[in-house]
């Protein structure tokens, strides 16, 4: 059985993942946000006006370090906002979800193959730079249908009632509010914005993806227990079973360790130019004030506060994607066992047929 097949079965991912990992994503987003554009962010102390100022008054606390870390992040946005302020945006984000995975899931494979006959391969060839292309391209395609949903998911996230995190604050009423309102004030633009941010990410992500999660299982299932490379290798307990959950379960980790790895300094370049203050020019168009692009986000970061501003939040995204990339993938692996058997008329439950489907 291969995952490649599963990429093409039918996306049924229980949302149970997106509201595990949400507040997650709620810390790293605000994590990347904190101290934007600035060489050394102050301190926002307890005691401090700012840390908990109304949100009329909270310009103080724009660009301030807010989060000594992620877990700190989660403590303070718990005891200020409660269960409401780690889980802002979850309606955008179980949408978005759907619609950026099963895009990535259902086009990677068709996308794959295509590319193969293309290039003169033989359309079931495991050929290393179509199925990063293939990953790229499904991923992109997710990204530009999800893209108006990210965008909201990320601005409520963002919001704070108590302070401003960043250079802007947005507050929507719900997830079609957010879409109405941006789209009453700055029309179909202020929707695509950030578009080329959510694709470079999306992008990036979903090359190695499918392709990490693929070569790990295949390292296991073929790896040789008996040669001496091997003698203390502490994944030989792993090897040579392609169909067990455990092959399943370290497969989507490492998947989940490369996406992160490769992601990350192009989901912080989104979530600030997501978050940017907006105006409209003399040509009526809506535009941000601060990027103009991811790549000119990533220069004025790095200029501003070092390379090292990129991977805000990362131990936040890394506690986001994990779970996240190991629920989706183990799932999708699931579905297509039990797919794969009835089609094949055997029980569900029973091993993996080994009859591949057209």
Known sequence: MSTTQGAAAPVRISTADVTVTNPMEVCKTRM????????????????????????????????????????DCFAKTFKAEGVRGVQRGIGAAYIYQV????????????FRRAINRASGRSADEKWAPGAFAAGASSGCVGAILGNPLFLIK??????????????ASHNYKSTFDG??????????????????AAVLRTAMGSTVQLPAYN???????????????????????????????????????????????VM?????????????????????????????????????????????????????HLLRIAPHTVLTLVVNEAYLRWYTNLKAGRSVFEAPSTVKLA
């Open 32 to 71: 990347q946000l904190q101290g934007e554009l600035m060489a050394a962010a102050p301190r926002v102390l307890s005691a401090q006006a700012g840390s908990a100022a109304p949100q009329t008054g909270a310009a103080q606390a724009a660009g301030a370090r807010l989060y000594k870390s992620s877990l």
């Open 99 to 110: 619609l950026l995975n099963g895009s990535r899931l259902g086009f990677y494979e068709p």
């Open 154 to 167: 990320a601005r409520m996230q963002a919001y704070s009632p108590f302070m401003v995190i960043g250079k």
């Open 179 to 196: 879409l109405a309102t941006i789209f009453r004030a700055e029309g179909p633009r202020g929707l695509a914005r950030g578009i080329d």
């Open 215 to 261: 070569w790990f299982k295949q390292y296991l299932t073929e790896m040789d227990v008996d040669s001496p490379a091997n003698r203390y290798n502490p994944l030989r307990v792993l090897a040579g079973r392609p169909d067990a959950f455990t092959t399943y379960l370290a497969s989507s980790v490492f998947s989940g360790l490369c996406v992160c790895a």
């Open 264 to 316: 990350q300094p192009a989901d912080t370049a989104l979530t600030r130019m997501y978050n940017q203050p907006v105006r409209i020019d003399e040509r009526g168009r809506s535009v941000g004030t601060l990027y103009r692009n991811p790549i000119h986000c990533l220069y004025l970061t790095a200029k501003a506060e070092g390379v090292l501003g990129w991977y805000k939040g990362t131990t936040a």
